[in-house]
C-alpha cells in the first residue's frame, strides 16, 4: 500500500515555527495533488493548504499568509512550513493524496503540533 509518514511536529510558543514534513513512499506522488490537513480534538478535520502536480497552491483563510505548502517531487516529499504560529493553530497534521482523502481513504498517524505558551 502507499505509505505516507509525517515528521517535524512539537511544541513551540505563540509566534514561532515549524516545518513539517511528509515523505511518500511508491511513484505516484508526482502524479498527484497533495493536501495537509488537520484535526484538533472533537473538531472536524480540515484541509489548510493544498497543491496541484504544477505547484499551484491555496490555502484555507485561517493560514494565509502564515504557511507555505511545497513539494519536492525528486524526494517524493511534500512540506507545510508553517511561520506565526497561533494557538488555535494546535492540531495532529496529516498529509495525503487529495484524491484519497475525498474518496474516504485512510489515514497515517499525522504529526503533533502544540502552540502553547
Known amino acids: 500500500q502507499v505509505q505516507l509518514v509525517e515528521s517535524g511536529g512539537g511544541l513551540v510558543q505563540p509566534g514561532g515555527s515549524l516545518r513539517l514534513s511528509c515523505a511518500a513512499s511508491?511513484?505516484?506522488?508526482?502524479?498527484?495533488?497533495m493536501g495537509w490537513y488537520r484535526q484538533a480534538p472533537g473538531k472536524q478535520r480540515e484541509l489548510v493548504a493544498h497543491?496541484?502536480?504544477?505547484?499551484?497552491?491555496n490555502y484555507a483563510d485561517s493560514v494565509k499568509g502564515r504557511f507555505t505548502i511545497s513539494r519536492d517531487n525528486a524526494k517524493n516529499t511534500l512540506y507545510l512550513q508553517m511561520n506565526s504560529l497561533k494557538p488555535e493553530d494546535t492540531a495532529v497534521y496529516y498529509c495525503?493524496?487529495?484524491?484519497?482523502?475525498?474518496?474516504?481513504?485512510?489515514w497515517g498517524q499525522g504529526t503533533q503540533v502544540t502552540v502553547s505558551s
Open positions: 495525503n493524496y487529495e484524491f484519497w482523502a475525498r474518496e474516504g481513504g485512510s
Open positions: 511508491g511513484s505516484i506522488f508526482s502524479l498527484n495533488a
Open positions: 497543491i496541484t502536480t504544477g505547484g499551484t497552491t
